[in-house]
């Protein structure tokens, strides 16, 4: 624990430091992944909502979020194996905002899995995502885990036919989160099939990580904090024993389980978003599991916002929350109990006062 | 005194609202219930669309991008002390420092219909929510 307050401290240093030389850190704690027989980190940033203003300006912001998250992530030491981009790198999908975060990205020195979020993908339906950035669903084996990677923010053609002359209107449709005229995501039919056959050739106790940018459930339609086909693609996963979805899109600190499937969503690297349950004209699912984020202070750009790393024991998570302006969180899948828990939190008498979000 | 109040400020409503009769200045109808409610809605419709607009200010941030559906705007909550201002500040006072920091942008008049429309969509996105001045 005392290790860890040195690394954040540290962390919080070498982000005002720029460049500072690669001091050789071990206080990243790596668990064994004992049916995987093998140890690994992964790294995890998501939604920085790149936003061109005009030309070669952007969102200050927004930028310095990204920026900081990789900075942070080259200083992991030992190096996570791979960072995961959770989706919504542009904020309207344009080249030059896709640039840009290429650009930010390239300076990361560990390889990147790719997911798309709608941010990326409804001005030319993931076109130049797959030209210059990564294709938009595969699936790749590391060190006995098998992770699955989905565009799940697809939606019905009936919507997209609505926008079909106007592909920035589409974009600003499906940018408004609120919008009552939006419409659900989902994974659909073809690729379901094709994640299916693609888990066919898996064994049942190989521990499976899906990688989405919609939360795999359901927990609020008027924001898309929503998958529409959420049940198949959890009955396609019911076969395994040990099932992680990891998730982007709600900016916010967020677990579930539900039957085989753990759930957690990422930070957003630009803003944090109100728990649905804040809306107090409508009816929402949030998760009682989880214990919710600090409430956010516009005072600070970076009041909760930050991002994560992941490693597996057993092949089940434990999710680090590097958060910027609050405490880091954990939060672990518990054996005996069979869902995630806070490490620190969890306890209702446990909370404080920020958690309380109306 | 409550014959004279009425007197005084009746007139004022009654011009805003385009009500037809003067005979009763004290009375109103269905009809005019109905007339100041869509006097509102009208407003909050356009505050609906300044709070979605990514032209208010100046970096092509819009309010809604952090507050959907104008939640964590709490206006139930207002007045109340704000640390970034260090005094008691109203909704108003908010309104702004978001439109000056997040949207990089220049503040409005506390009295300009951009900012009444702002208020309105809040409050209205916000209706049934108890009142609790200074709550955090
Ligand atoms: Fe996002
Ligand atoms: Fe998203």
Not at chain 1, 103 to 118: D, K
Not at chain 1, 149 to 166: A, E, G, H, R
Not at chain 1, 182 to 204: C, H, N, Y
Not at chain 1, 238 to 247: D, E, I, M, N, Y
């Amino acid at each position: 624990m005392g290790g860890k307050i040195d690394r954040r401290t540290f962390l919080k240093q070498a982000g005002a430091l720029t460049a500072a030389t690669a001091i050789p850190l071990s206080l990243v704690e790596v668990v064994w992944g004992k049916e995987s027989g093998e140890k690994f980190t992964f790294a995890y940033i998501s939604d920085s909502h790149l936003t061109q203003i005009k030309g070669t300006k952007f969102v200050r912001n927004f930028d310095n979020g990204l920026k900081r998250a990789i900075t942070e992530v080259n200083f992991m030491s030992p190096k996570p194996d791979f960072v995961v981009y959770g989706g919504d790198l542009a904020q309207l999908g344009k080249r030059e905002e896709i640039d840009h975060g290429l650009e930010m990205m390239s300076s990361l020195r560990t390889p990147v899995r790719w997911v798309i979020g709608e941010h990326d993908y409804y001005l030319d339906l993931g076109k130049y995502w797959e030209e210059k950035v990564s294709p938009l669903n595969y699936s790749f084996d590391h060190k006995g885990v098998h992770f699955v990677v989905l565009n799940s923010i697809l939606t019905y053609d009936s919507w997209l036919d609505k926008w079909s002359k106007d592909p920035m209107a589409r974009m600003l449709q499906m940018a408004r989160l609120d919008n009552p005229q939006g419409s659900p995501f989902m994974v659909k039919d073809p690729q379901i099939e094709w994640m299916t056959k693609d888990l066919a050739k898996v064994d049942r106790k190989t521990p499976v990580v899906v990688l989405s940018h919609s939360p795999l459930y359901k927990i609020f339609k008027p924001w898309n904090f929503w998958t529409e086909d959420a049940e198949k693609v959890q009955k396609a996963l019911k076969r395994f024993k040990k099932v992680t979805v990891l998730h982007g899109h709600v900016h916010q600190v967020l677990y579930n389980q539900e039957g085989n499937i753990s759930f957690y969503a990422m930070m957003s690297t630009a803003w944090p978003w109100p728990y649905p349950t804040t809306y107090n004209q409508a009816q929402s699912a949030v998760p009682k599991l989880t214990v919710f984020m600090n409430r956010g202070d516009p005072h600070s750009e970076r009041d909760g916002t930050g991002w994560g790393y992941l490693d597996l024991d057993s092949g089940r998570a434990g999710h680090h929350y590097e958060l910027w302006e609050n405490s880091a969180r954990t939060v672990k899948y518990d054996s005996r109990r069979k869902k995630p828990q806070d490490t620190k939190y969890q306890d209702p008498k446990d909370r404080i006062p920020p958690q309380k979000h109306y | 005194m409550w014959k004279k109040f009425n007197r005084i400020t009746t007139p004022v409503v009654l011009a805003t609202a385009l009500a037809v009769s003067a005979a009763h200045a004290d009375e109103f109808t269905e009809a005019d219930l109905k007339k100041w409610q869509a006097e509102f809605e009208a407003v909050a419709k356009k505050g609906e669309a300044i709070f979605h607009s990514n032209k208010l200010g100046a970096n092509a941030v819009a309010c809604d991008m952090c507050h959907p559906n104008g939640t964590n705007t709490h206006p139930e909550t207002y007045p109340k002390f704000q640390k970034q201002l260090g005094q008691v500040a109203t909704l108003r006072d908010m309104i702004n420092w978001c439109i000056e920091n997040p949207l990089e942008g220049k503040p409005l008049k506390f009295d300009d219909p951009r900012m009444i429309a702002l208020e309105a969509y809040i409050t209205w996105e916000r209706r049934g929510a108890r009142l609790q001045p200074g709550m955090h």
